[in-house]
């Protein structure tokens, strides 16, 4: 048997879902992430669920509207954090390699790794806050933070030593 609350989500559900996906989506672009905002819309709805008063539909388009926003920052900071790597694994040549070498080297790190050049990097967190994150204290954190820089860039390095054999630059 559903609890008013649940009976009522489910019609705001029901009733606004279609509307809410649609929205994002001309936004974002991307089918997948929109189904996941959407979802996480509707996650936030039900968390802020006050037992007097449901959440309305505009109150959702705003949810929405800073979902939409927060998907654009962690974009942004993404391609910060590759622009960045590329520039620390070639601070001499200056020439920078595309983009999917620098995801391939990040996918062929260690989570701990990858996580870690993510929060300082993607997420801009500073070594304390960073240590927080991960449950260290701070010169464990700067030191994780060097050896994941010199995993990726040892990672990053033999990726292009292996493409310039390949075609022979």
């Known amino acids: ?19 809410i996906y649609r929205y994002i989506l001309r936004r974002i672009n ?3 992430v929109a189904e996941e905002l959407a979802a996480d ?28 926003g927060n998907a654009y ?9 590759q622009l960045r790597l590329q520039a620390s694994a070639y601070p001499v040549s200056g020439a920078a390699p595309d983009t999917a070498a620098v995801d391939a080297a990040l996918d062929a790190l260690r989570p701990q790794d ?7 990097y993607w997420d801009d967190l500073a070594i304390a806050e960073i240590a927080q994150v991960i449950g260290c204290s701070a010169a464990a954190a700067k030191v ?11 990672v990053h390095t033999q990726g292009n030593e292996f493409i310039e054999q390949k075609t022979g630059a």
């Open 1 to 19: 048997m559903l609890s008013e609350r649940e009976a009522a989500f489910i019609a705001l559900h029901k009733g606004s879902y279609a509307r």
């Open 30 to 32: 991307d089918t997948q």
């Open 41 to 68: 819309v509707f996650r936030v709805a039900w968390q802020k669920w006050e037992t007097a008063k449901a959440p309305d539909v505009p109150w959702l388009y705003s949810v929405a509207r800073n979902l939409v």
């Open 73 to 81: 920052r962690s974009r942004e900071r993404h391609l910060a954090l």
């Open 114 to 120: 990858r996580e870690i050049l993510q929060l300082a």
């Open 144 to 154: 994780r933070l060097h050896r994941a820089r010199e995993a990726f860039r040892k």
